[in-house]
């Protein structure tokens, strides 16, 4: 199983920019796509973003154009570029790893959008 700490979580006001870093170790050779999903107080944790191992990336139509998923060089970090940030982007922001044999999550980080 990989472990996942994910970080770069705030407060931002509403048309700013953060960065989220997912930090994987462990064994990673199950893992076929890495993925960014969020939560809001009271509703389903939904996905907003996935990169698999060949690159393909995956958005959905909430942060399409608005929201950049790439890895790091040594392919062990999965970061989320969110930019013109929206309050209705606020939510837990949680990292996940699946494969046949894995599917692992990070213990969140929250961003607030609000001015």
């Known amino acids: 199983q990989v472990q996942l700490v994910e970080s770069g979580g705030g407060l931002v006001q509403p048309g700013g920019s953060l960065r989220l870093s997912c930090a994987a170790s462990g064994s990673r050779s199950n893992i076929l796509i890495m993925g960014w999903y969020r939560q809001a107080p009271g509703k389903q944790r939904d996905v907003v973003a996935t990169i698999t191992n060949s690159d393909e990336t995956y958005y959905s139509n909430s942060v399409k154009g608005r929201f950049t998923i790439s890895r790091g060089n040594a392919k062990n970090t999965v970061y989320l570029q969110m930019n013109s940030l929206k309050p209705e982007d606020t939510a837990a922001y949680y990292c996940?790893?699946?494969?046949?044999?894995?599917?692992?999550w990070g213990q969140g980080t929250q961003v607030t959008v609000s001015s």
């Open positions: 996940n790893a699946w494969g046949p044999k894995e599917n692992s």
